[in-house]
């Protein structure tokens, strides 16, 4: 009977969780769709997946997707037939951080099956969009940068100068080559995505429940040797397939950006680490990272080589043993 008494309760619990969190989504949702305050706007985009890290973080993937598929209708029917691709990207991605954090995953083992999930409701609002409402996106990217080049020739064709030409001439090479890489453009956009709404998350659970929930320090975020395997076999198949056609040459362009990008901040994890062994000032590693945006095709490459370098070398433990 106590048994019973007990389940009963929890399932009370659960339920009115679920829904009240839902109400806490959908008048969220509200908000962004009915007042267009661009600041106040991008914050709630960003709070949106909240809900459903908190739900999942309780009860489990399972229940989050029960919640996900409740809020989706509820969402399409309240609100417009356009909020079903932001409670379907919004609501993956919180379920996948929630769960992991319910499974007791690390900071960023948690942060890598969020932006999976993120990643993951992208494609999908991406299929869907295109599917439901037919919107072709590479069109859409193609108008864009269309426009954008036009406005840049005018502008510098305004100004004149010698090199006009082959600066628009370069320009327009680069632009025109964007649309490749939107598959890199949709798995960045899920990373950050994930970060932001998982540092959130953090935040708010730790001022609520107390839940004891952090990033550990850059300096400790160590990647997978796998990566640098996917990095080398990419940068094989990026002089292969050098024609620009084809969905190889795609594919290969697209492994070989992100995994560069995840060699990078390995890198700067290990400026992190050498400078607290060395105890250098903290100014150090801040100032490798302004120089690498100032300067990216200088500091930007040598950064990946650290981090190829940390991956594929026991530099850290030498370094702890001199230590």
Known sequence: MEKKWGYEMKNTKQITEGALLTGIYLVMLLVILFLPIPIL???????????????????????????????????????????FPVTLLTGIGGVCLGGA???????????VIGSLGFIGGLVAVYVLTQALFGMNWMEQIQVAIDESINMTENMLGSVGGEDTEATIQMLREQ??????????IL?????VMALISQWLSYKLLNRLEK??????PVREMRLPTSILWYYFIALVMNLIFMDQEGIWYIATINVFTLTGMLLILQGFSFIFFYSQRK?????????AIILSVLLPQIFLYLVRILGIIDIGFPLRDKVKEKK
């Open 101 to 111: 954090m319910h499974k007791k995953r690390d900071a960023y083992e948690t942060w």
């Open 279 to 287: 105890q250098w000032s903290k100014a150090v590693p801040v100032l």
């Open 175 to 184: 632009m025109e080559s964007l649309p490749d890489y939107l598959p890199s």
């Open 41 to 83: 706007g991008t914050f709630l985009m960003f709070a949106l997946p909240i809900p459903f890290v908190i739900y999942s973080y309780h009860f489990g993937f399972q229940s989050g997707f029960i919640m996900l598929f409740g809020a989706t209708v509820l969402a399409s029917i309240i609100a417009t037939v356009f909020s």
């Open 211 to 216: 839940a004891g929930l952090f990033f550990p």
């Open 187 to 191: 798995a960045a956009t899920g990373i």
